[in-house]
């Protein structure tokens, strides 16, 4: 089973800022990687995939890059609605899907 | 606009047995591949099963497999999650979610349930 490991756990910026959160997979994965937005109480929502993909109606502050093991999910400057919790998925010879332990992006 | 609505989430004994669903509409249901993923309180979140658009295939996750039966009923725009052996490690939110691909079978989640709440407990 391939492992995400994702860093930092915790992020604290402020408004404006922009966010660089990172996910590594314990091997390979080529593009098949998946980043989910997740505010409390809520469903995950889909905001990038195949690693630089984004959803629809995803804006365009938020983008997605890297192959292979080292994955970067960058939000160019952060927006109040923006600060939440960020999880990485990879899909590679699924199944089994797995997912990374996740990033808190919070208000400094 | 995609609409999926979980329900059959309860409290139930270690050894015991649920089974819940999951409501389609805005959508055409037969068309997609579905998953459920849940997430126990706190914590991260894990896949659990996926089904084909069309019933051929079912995928579990090595926690569920042999315990856990999903299916689907494609001329009612609904599936389902049978959870036999229920154990206390099982407590979660689950949801229910379909697949990125449509016919084909890209194991992304794109639309996400509400979710519904399972406690094993005695």
């Known amino acids: 089973e391939i492992v995400l490991t994702q860093s930092p756990a915790t992020l604290s910026l402020s408004p404006g800022e922009r966010a660089t959160l990172s996910c590594r997979a314990s091997?390979?994965?080529?593009?098949?990687l998946a980043w989910y937005q997740q505010k409390p109480g809520r469903a995950p929502r889909l905001l990038i995939y195949?690693?630089?993909n984004r959803a629809t109606g995803i804006p365009p502050r938020f983008s997605g890059s890297g192959s292979g093991t080292d994955f970067t999910l960058t939000i160019s400057s952060l927006e109040p609605e923006d600060f939440a919790l960020y999880y990485c998925q990879q899909r590679s010879n699924w199944p089994p899907v797995t997912f990374g332990g996740g990033t808190k992006v919070q208000i400094k | 606009q995609v609409r999926l609505v979980e329900s059959g989430g309860d409290v139930v004994q270690p050894g015991g047995s649920l089974r819940l669903s999951c409501a389609a509409s805005?959508?055409?249901?037969?068309?997609?591949?579905m998953h459920w993923v849940r997430q126990a309180p706190g914590k991260g979140l894990e896949w659990l099963a996926f089904i084909r658009y069309d019933g051929s295939n079912k995928y579990y996750a090595d926690s569920v497999k042999g315990r856990f039966t999903i299916s689907r009923d494609n001329s009612n725009n609904k599936m389902d999650l049978q959870m036999n052996s229920l154990r206390v490690e099982d407590t979660a939110v689950y949801y229910c979610a379909t697949d990125l691909g449509g016919y084909f079978d890209w194991g992304y989640f794109d639309s996400w349930g509400q979710g519904t709440l399972v406690t094993v407990s005695s």
């Open positions: 091997q390979s994965v080529s593009s098949y």
């Open positions: 195949g690693a630089s």
């Open positions: 805005g959508l055409s249901f037969n068309i997609y591949g």
